[in-house]
């Protein structure tokens, strides 16, 4: 499979209105890499660099390449943010990767983690062992945001939540094997600061500047990410923190070893549009800056930023919605309260949020509550008010925030809008409230802090539990998702492209990243079931009575999940390697995360057990087999969805990232199973193999046909995408609603390339496409993927002949 020849073509920049010039239209697509040392290292990645630029990839987008812990396979918990990871290379592997890649006419994009270090072990952490070792005297304490203060929950002393049971202390000893002293807890080693050694470990950690406490104990004086003790905040407001964890990049902007930075949870920073301002003088005007902002639903990205667009998943959001059947919504919804005893609906998920928002506040995020309440009490100039009514009101206001954080530009006005809707509630809060209000328009401390605990409850209250929780159809509950809208109309859809088109012609799109809950296929094929509503309600039905789940809500989750990732072929699942432990996986962490029957903090190994008992059932049992039939029956439907999806993200406005192996059928579900080794080898030899237009099947041979067709297209002609015009086209006809189409092409010129894409395909397996046309702008247009050509008025029976998507280019 050879890509056409493409034309000489012109680029001329269509972000030059904008706050960038040349290099983000050089980005016309991005190929994700999960880089981990025992796998994949700048060295591998090399290897494959000729079969992406074959693919039509222009950059690869690397996950953190810092030094991160070891053995670490997602880069995320960096232990030292001032060299490039030796384990996946080194300075010298980023050098030849970037040359590598330069040399074939494309490019890097890396990720970068401002927010937080890898503390887990803290010897790896040179950093953080100085300031275990010396305390407030440290020179890289204000490095870290700590509470010193003698009320903070440990003496003034540093606490660390790492007992794992009463009897930790007893285990405590002293390591005299190395080059200094060390207390021992198990396979962790402390410092012992200057002047405290003795013969007795638990004398000597009564001198420590810190003190190690029960992880269940509510108490952690420093700031975490979210909830994750492992993971220790820096301060990026301070200059030398800045300038000693921007080091690196500065030095790859230097030397032009990248094109362009994705910034990693920026609402956790004090400040992050002014980190980001400071970030892109650092980078320059041409690199692309993209943030990993989650936008709750309508939420606009402040356009005050100096960045390029998001990581994606608000077009996520769009390009799965658009091709869910409203009409499957009201059966799914009562097949909920069958069995969940809820509909998982717009008001359950509302009374739900505020519920477990509130519960992560009071117990997850104590030690940030505790601590932000102490910082209002203090602003609002009110240090002997009475701590349990202020810590009551802040909470009632951070659980019906309905946004990660509401300082930025767009959102100006909704803090105030909240307080005076929980006054409006709660008259007894109106005292509280009003301290509330004097220190956030302080504009210090407690403001600052108020955003940061915002997004952290958010994160753990909807990601990371009510997603778990709703279980009506869950493909919807995705990062940046909002499974209380029950699909996206065609106008929506249109609309929100046209904004993207418009607004943020370099945004990032995407389908699948190593934290989405579910892969893209596998979302798509679940979506498919809201166009069999019925048929689904029934078969559960009959189903939990033959083989009776741990509870309703459980099952209802899993059995959706299993249907997402059962094989499609007719085969047993149980053959299938590997299957039945990512199952087994997947479902305790899905049952921890949720919290309802058992928990991370406290597993209930009774309701474990009986769940774990249920899945073998279901797999080796009659339910396995009848759900593998409607499986391999639904097949086709499920293709379809992921291919219309897959060519609409990868010809739609902003630059399309492909997740590593996606441009094959992937079953992933949450991490880490969505982050295991691809194997490119087959892909290599597939995009080789190919010779004319594959059929639907288990091989994904067709995704790959519509990947690199439309890849090639963005190449040969770039300027109709970044920065290209939108025009939305619509069907006429009986089956015209299952149409989803648009055109794309230059500015101030005639439509160039056309997307056509079936959704809800169940209905035209009966129906067909009867008399349903598509008007076509002026030309003769022929679609890449199938050879064929068409003028005037296309008959989608037509179009749609071989494959149930259509690229058609004038």
Same mark, same amino acid.
């Given at each position: 499979?050879?890509?056409?020849?493409?034309?000489?073509?012109?680029?001329?920049?269509?972000?030059?209105?904008?706050?960038?010039? /040349?290099?983000? =239209?050089?980005? @016309? *697509?991005?190929?994700?890499?999960? %880089?981990?040392?025992?796998? +994949?290292? #700048?060295?591998? $990645?090399?290897?494959?660099?000729?079969?992406?630029?074959?693919?039509?990839?222009?950059?690869?987008?690397?996950?953190?390449?810092?030094?991160?812990?070891?053995?670490?396979?997602?880069?995320?918990?960096?232990?030292?943010?001032?060299?490039?990871?030796?384990?996946?290379?080194?300075?010298?592997?980023?050098?030849?990767?970037?040359?590598?890649?330069?040399?074939?006419?494309?490019?890097?994009?890396?990720?970068?983690?401002?927010?937080?270090?890898?503390?887990?072990?803290?010897?790896?952490?040179?950093?953080?062992?100085?300031?275990?070792?010396?305390?407030?005297?440290?020179?890289?304490?204000?490095?870290?945001?700590?509470?010193?203060?003698?009320?903070?929950?440990?003496?003034?002393?540093?606490?660390?939540?790492?007992?794992?049971?009463?009897?930790?202390? /007893?285990?405590? =000893?002293?390591? @005299? *094997?190395?080059?200094?002293?060390? %207390?021992?807890?198990?396979? +962790?080693? #402390?410092?012992? $600061?200057?002047?405290?050694?003795?013969?007795?470990?638990?004398?000597?950690?009564?001198?420590?500047?810190?003190?190690?406490?029960?992880?269940?104990?509510?108490?952690?004086?420093?700031?975490?990410?979210?909830?994750?003790?492992?993971?220790?905040?820096?301060?990026?407001?301070?200059?030398?923190?800045?300038?000693?964890?921007?080091?690196?990049?500065?030095?790859?902007?230097?030397?032009?070893?990248?094109?362009?930075?994705?910034?990693?949870?920026?609402?956790?920073?004090?400040?992050?549009?002014?980190?980001?301002?400071?970030?892109?003088?650092?980078?320059?005007?041409?690199?692309?800056?993209?943030?990993?902002?989650?936008?709750?639903?309508?939420?606009?990205?402040?356009?005050?930023?100096?960045?390029?667009?998001?990581?994606?998943?608000?077009?996520?959001?769009?390009?799965?919605?658009?091709?869910?059947?409203?009409?499957?919504?009201?059966?799914?919804?009562?097949?909920?309260?069958?069995?969940?005893?809820?509909?998982?609906?717009?008001?359950?998920?509302?009374?739900?949020?505020?519920?477990?928002?509130?519960?992560?506040?009071?117990?997850?995020?104590?030690?940030?509550?505790?601590?932000?309440?102490?910082?209002?009490?203090?602003?609002?100039?009110?240090?002997?008010?009475?701590?349990?009514?202020?810590?009551?009101?802040?909470?009632?206001?951070?659980?019906?925030?309905?946004?990660?954080?509401?300082?930025?530009?767009?959102?100006?006005?909704?803090?105030?809008?909240?307080?005076?809707?929980?006054?409006?509630?709660?008259?007894?809060?109106?005292?509280?409230?009003?301290?509330?209000?004097?220190?956030?328009?302080?504009?210090?401390?407690?403001?600052?802090?108020?955003?940061?605990?915002?997004?952290?409850?958010?994160?753990?209250?909807?990601?990371?539990?009510?997603?778990?929780?709703?279980?009506?159809?869950?493909?919807?509950?995705?990062?940046?998702?909002?499974?209380?809208?029950?699909?996206?109309?065609?106008?929506?859809?249109?609309?929100?492209?046209?904004?993207?088109?418009?607004?943020?012609?370099?945004?990032?799109?995407?389908?699948?990243?190593?934290?989405?809950?579910?892969?893209?296929?596998?979302?798509?094929?679940?979506?498919?079931?809201?166009?069999?509503?019925?048929?689904?309600?029934?078969?559960?039905?009959?189903?939990?009575?033959?083989?009776?789940?741990?509870?309703?809500?459980?099952?209802?989750?899993?059995?959706?999940?299993?249907?997402?990732?059962?094989?499609?072929?007719?085969?047993?699942?149980?053959?299938?390697?590997?299957?039945?432990?990512?199952?087994?996986?997947?479902?305790?962490?899905?049952?921890?995360?949720?919290?309802?029957?058992?928990?991370?903090?406290?597993?209930?190994?009774?309701?474990?057990?009986?769940?774990?008992?249920?899945?073998?059932?279901?797999?080796?049992?009659?339910?396995?087999?009848?759900?593998?039939?409607?499986?391999?029956?639904?097949?086709?439907?499920?293709?379809?969805?992921?291919?219309?999806?897959?060519?609409?993200?990868?010809?739609?406005?902003?630059?399309?990232?492909?997740?590593?192996?996606?441009?094959?059928?992937?079953?992933?579900?949450?991490?880490?199973?969505?982050?295991?080794?691809?194997?490119?080898?087959?892909?290599?030899?597939?995009?080789?193999?190919?010779?004319?237009?594959?059929?639907?099947?288990?091989?994904?041979?067709?995704?790959?046909?519509?990947?690199?067709?439309?890849?090639?297209?963005?190449?040969?002609?770039?300027?109709?995408?970044?920065?290209?015009?939108?025009?939305?086209?619509?069907?006429?006809?009986?089956?015209?609603?299952?149409?989803?189409?648009?055109?794309?092409?230059?500015?101030?010129?005639?439509?160039?390339?056309?997307?056509?894409?079936?959704?809800?395909?169940?209905?035209?397996?009966?129906?067909?496409?009867?008399?349903?046309?598509?008007?076509?702008?002026?030309?003769?247009?022929?679609?890449?993927?199938?050879?064929?050509?068409?003028?005037?008025?296309?008959?989608?029976?037509?179009?749609?002949?071989?494959?149930?998507?259509?690229?058609?280019?004038?």
């Amino acid at each position: 499979m050879t890509p056409p020849e493409a034309p000489e073509t012109h680029v001329t920049d269509p972000l030059s209105l904008r706050r960038t010039t /040349a290099r983000p =239209t050089t980005i @016309r *697509s991005t190929y994700r890499l999960q %880089l981990r040392p025992d796998a +994949l290292t #700048f060295s591998d $990645a090399r290897t494959i660099a000729e079969y992406l630029q074959q693919l039509g990839i222009s950059h690869l987008y690397l996950s953190p390449i810092l030094t991160a812990a070891h053995g670490s396979n997602h880069g995320y918990d960096v232990t030292d943010p001032t060299t490039v990871s030796a384990a996946l290379g080194g300075p010298a592997g980023l050098k030849a990767l970037s040359d590598e890649v330069r040399s074939r006419g494309m490019g890097l994009v890396v990720d970068l983690v401002p927010n937080h270090v890898g503390v887990a072990d803290p010897r790896q952490n040179a950093w953080w062992w100085d300031v275990l070792r010396n305390g407030r005297e440290s020179s890289f304490a204000h490095y870290f945001d700590i509470d010193w203060s003698p009320g903070n929950g440990a003496g003034g002393r540093l606490a660390l939540p790492v007992l794992q049971s009463e009897n930790d202390p /007893a285990a405590l =000893t002293v390591d @005299r *094997s190395g080059p200094e002293p060390m %207390l021992a807890l198990h396979d +962790l080693r #402390f410092p012992i $600061a200057p002047g405290t050694d003795g013969d007795n470990a638990l004398r000597i950690h009564d001198k420590q500047h810190y003190r190690l406490v029960s992880w269940k104990a509510g108490v952690c004086t420093y700031r975490r990410f979210f909830a994750v003790s492992s993971l220790a905040a820096i301060r990026q407001e301070d200059n030398e923190v800045f300038e000693a964890t921007h080091r690196e990049l500065a030095a790859w902007c230097e030397h032009d070893l990248i094109d362009g930075v994705r910034i990693d949870h920026p609402d956790g920073l004090s400040y992050p549009a002014a980190y980001l301002a400071r970030v892109r003088r650092l980078i320059g005007p041409n690199r692309l800056l993209l943030v990993e902002k989650i936008l709750a639903n309508r939420e606009p990205l402040d356009p005050t930023l100096p960045v390029d667009g998001t990581t994606g998943y608000d077009a996520l959001a769009d390009l799965g919605g658009v091709l869910i059947k409203p009409e499957g919504e009201q059966a799914l919804t009562e097949l909920s309260k069958k069995l969940a005893g809820h509909g998982s609906d717009r008001a359950w998920i509302g009374e739900t949020e505020h519920r477990i928002k509130r519960a992560v506040a009071e117990n997850l995020l104590a030690p940030e509550i505790r601590r932000l309440v102490a910082a209002i009490k203090r602003d609002g100039g009110a240090e002997s008010f009475d701590t349990m009514a202020m810590t009551n009101a802040t909470i009632e206001v951070l659980a019906f925030m309905p946004v990660y954080r509401a300082d930025y530009a767009p959102l100006a006005g909704m803090i105030g809008a909240v307080i005076a809707e929980v006054e409006k509630r709660n008259s007894e809060l109106t005292v509280p409230l009003a301290v509330l209000v004097a220190a956030l328009a302080a504009d210090g401390e407690a403001a600052v802090r108020f955003s940061q605990v915002c997004g952290a409850v958010t994160a753990k209250a909807v990601e990371d539990t009510m997603f778990y929780q709703a279980a009506r159809l869950v493909s919807l509950q995705e990062v940046g998702g909002n499974p209380a809208r029950f699909g996206h109309s065609l106008n929506e859809f249109h609309l929100s492209n046209t904004e993207r088109a418009h607004r943020w012609p370099a945004t990032m799109t995407t389908l699948s990243t190593h934290d989405t809950k579910r892969g893209e296929d596998v979302r798509a094929r679940i979506g498919v079931l809201s166009q069999i509503a019925d048929t689904w309600a029934q078969c559960v039905e009959a189903w939990d009575e033959a083989a009776p789940g741990p509870d309703g809500a459980t099952t209802l989750f899993l059995l959706q999940n299993m249907f997402g990732v059962w094989p499609a072929d007719g085969r047993p699942a149980a053959s299938v390697p590997g299957l039945r432990e990512r199952l087994h996986l997947f479902a305790e962490k899905s049952i921890r995360e949720a919290g309802t029957k058992t928990s991370w903090e406290e597993p209930d190994a009774e309701f474990e057990a009986a769940v774990h008992s249920w899945i073998d059932t279901v797999i080796d049992g009659p339910v396995g087999s009848e759900l593998g039939d409607l499986v391999h029956e639904l097949a086709p439907h499920a293709w379809s969805d992921a291919l219309s999806q897959k060519l609409l993200q990868l010809c739609g406005p902003g630059i399309p990232d492909i997740y590593q192996g996606c441009e094959l059928w992937e079953d992933s579900l949450v991490d880490p199973d969505n982050r295991r080794p691809v194997d490119f080898t087959i892909r290599i030899g597939m995009l080789q193999s190919l010779t004319g237009t594959p059929a639907l099947d288990t091989t994904g041979a067709a995704k790959m046909w519509i990947v690199a067709y439309a890849l090639w297209l963005r190449r040969e002609r770039p300027d109709c995408f970044v920065g290209g015009t939108y025009l939305p086209l619509f069907a006429t006809g009986e089956q015209a609603g299952r149409l989803v189409s648009y055109a794309r092409g230059r500015v101030g010129a005639a439509p160039e390339v056309i997307v056509a894409t079936t959704r809800h395909s169940l209905g035209l397996a009966e129906t067909g496409w009867g008399d349903t046309t598509l008007d076509l702008p002026q030309g003769t247009w022929t679609d890449r993927l199938t050879g064929h050509t068409f003028q005037g008025r296309a008959r989608l029976e037509k179009l749609f002949g071989l494959l149930p998507v259509a690229l058609l280019v004038r």
